[in-house]
């Protein structure tokens, strides 16, 4: 029988692998078909939601219904599926389409850095000086990832820049928003209805069956990946893996999700990475090191 930590970190590795290659599929999209970030957020949200909660229909009924027999956690769900859940999305894949798949993946982890700031100023307590670090690093390297090293000019256009930074604030309340309610419902059934929620919602503003691109098996063929791979199977494998080892070791391997997107956006698409790029894209993830060295060697709760 394989060993149970070997195979959650398998798993913790393979989630993000396949979210990495998501985000590189969805440049190529973007570029390469003229797919917006709007319609396949839509239908990313919309099916990804629908088989997961199939899948915690199936698995659980009693128990991914829980959540709508209890009012305020069922409002609260609902308030997490727009402002936590599909503000990820769509932050993410905005990033994504006004700059690559590389910079929004990397600036997507400068989240610790932003709970780290709201938790020092709602506690009203000091950062740590781990904390601090972790700030200097995270501030250090997004100046050398959009400038290259240079304060006068982007790298990447403004839009993707400012959108990354998006992605990095709803990737906050993200973590943050739904904890009572994964600790009291489980993950799948939270992620699923969330996403199908956010799914239903932005399909029926955007009217994605008035922008349907035209076939093509590429086409059609990446937005499967992403929809499938890329967000259900990914989400899966991640969670699971938390039965196996401990938060802090999953939030380290989740590294290879900016790791992968990076290694494809350069082999494939052509994104381009010197020196100061991938210097500060090694001190932006270099911040979920020190934090999750700081969770493991303190008797404190971790913060991210």
């Known amino acids: 029988m394989q060993n149970p930590k070997i195979k959650g970190i398998s798993l913790a590795i393979l989630g993000p692998l396949l979210w990495g290659i998501s985000g590189t599929t969805a440049q190529f999209l973007f ?8 319609w396949l957020v839509s239908v ?25 027999h209890h009012f305020h956690d069922a409002v609260y769900l609902i308030f997490f599926s727009f402002i936590g859940m599909a503000a990820s999305q769509y932050t993410y894949f905005k990033a994504i389409e006004e700059g690559n798949a590389a910079t929004a993946t990397i600036l997507q982890f400068l989240s610790p850095a932003l709970i780290i700031i709201y938790l020092a100023l709602s506690t009203k307590h000091l950062p740590r000086r781990v904390d601090v670090l972790s700030l200097l690093m995270a501030l250090t390297g997004t100046i050398l990832l959009v ?8 790298t990447i256009p403004m839009g993707g820049f400012l959108w990354g930074l998006g992605t990095a604030v709803s ?10 309610l994964l600790r009291t419902y489980g993950s799948i059934p939270i992620v699923g209805w969330s996403m199908l929620i956010g799914g239903v919602a ?13 076939f093509k098996w590429s086409t059609y063929g990446g937005v499967s990946f992403v929809v499938i791979f890329g967000t259900m199977f990914a989400y899966l494998f991640f969670l699971q893996s938390l039965t196996f080892i401990q938060p802090t070791t999953a939030s380290v391997l989740g590294s290879f999700e900016p790791l992968s997107a990076t290694f494809l956006s350069i082999t494939f698409l052509g994104t381009h990475f010197g020196l100061f790029e991938t210097t500060g894209a090694i001190l932006i993830l270099g911040t ?9 060697h303190s008797s404190n709760i971790p913060i991210s």
Do not use: C, E
């Not at 990737?171 to 009572?180: D, G, K, W």
């Open 31 to 38: 570029a390469d078909v003229n797919i917006s970030s709007n």
């Open 44 to 68: 990313r949200m919309l099916i990804s939601g629908i088989l997961l909660v199939f899948f915690g229909l199936v698995t659980d009924r009693k128990q991914n219904l829980a959540v709508w």
């Open 147 to 154: 400038t290259h090293g240079s304060l006068t000019t982007l």
């Open 171 to 180: 990737a906050s309340l993200y973590t943050m928003l739904p904890r009572t």
């Open 202 to 214: 932005f399909s029926l503003f955007y009217r994605i069956w008035d922008h349907m691109p035209p």
């Open 288 to 296: 979920v090191f020190v934090q999750s060295w700081a969770a493991v």
